[in-house]
């Protein structure tokens, strides 16, 4: 099953929530739910829009699905549950901002926090099948996921896209000429190496909101 949407983003995607491919993708998690274990738990499908409303936004962080693994995922991009080991990316994340802001990485990798200060920890896919990446990738989510960062880009033009990989940085023309973009390679052990590490992205979002005057957010965990 999918949830409702929060309700203070449900009438900004209402047209979209009503098209003939959201009811399909509906169906499909549906069943998906029935035949395989599914992550996160339904109830946190939405956890990204729900604790960062329209109109706090100061920040979005693009992922592309959920951890996959079991306990891990928790409906925010990069982070997991309280007592959960720091996944590979996110301990990269940690050690870049260490750098930028000369912050300790968090014991653990619940991003909740960035979350409650309006930065959108948002995956382009919503759900996936446990310990199979990327499997509910083509059932919509991204259609669906491309239309609240429009919606962010059109509603609050101050809010920075920080966009790691080609995957996230491929949404660029979704967002206008005017979007304040922060982007680079992904954090992954795979690629931090080529372009993550000393990109600097936590102090060039907060120069960019500042530029706009907007309140810097605090990056501390």
Not at 93 to 115: C, F, K, N, S, V
Not at 125 to 139: D, G, K, Y
């Amino acid at each position: 099953m999918i949830p409702e949407l929060p309700h203070k983003w449900a009438p900004l995607l209402r047209a979209e929530t009503g098209r003939d491919y959201f009811g399909k993708l509906r169906r499909y998690v549906a069943a998906e739910r029935r035949l395989h274990e599914v992550f996160p738990p339904a109830e946190e499908t939405f956890a990204a829009l729900r604790l960062t409303p329209p109109g706090t936004i100061r920040a979005v962080i693009l992922g592309q699905d959920p951890y996959h693994g079991p306990g891990q995922a928790h409906g925010l991009s990069f982070s997991v549950r309280p007592g959960v080991p720091v996944p590979p990316s996110l301990r990269n994340i940690y050690r870049e901002m260490q750098t930028d802001l000369g912050l300790e990485p968090a014991p653990e990798g619940d991003l909740t926090a960035w979350a409650s200060r309006g930065v959108l920890l948002l995956n382009s896919a919503l759900t996936v099948r446990a310990h199979e990446p990327a499997s509910h990738a083509a059932a919509g989510w991204t259609r669906f996921t491309d239309r609240i960062l429009s919606v962010v880009a059109q509603l609050q033009p101050d809010a920075v896209f920080i966009l790691w990989g080609n995957t996230a940085r491929a949404k660029r023309p979704l967002l206008g000429a005017t979007s304040a973009v922060v982007e680079s390679a992904h954090p992954s052990p795979l690629s931090a190496y080529r372009g993550f590490f000393g990109s600097r992205p936590f102090s060039r979002c907060n120069d960019a909101l500042a530029r706009a005057g907007v309140e810097p957010i605090d990056w501390a965990l």
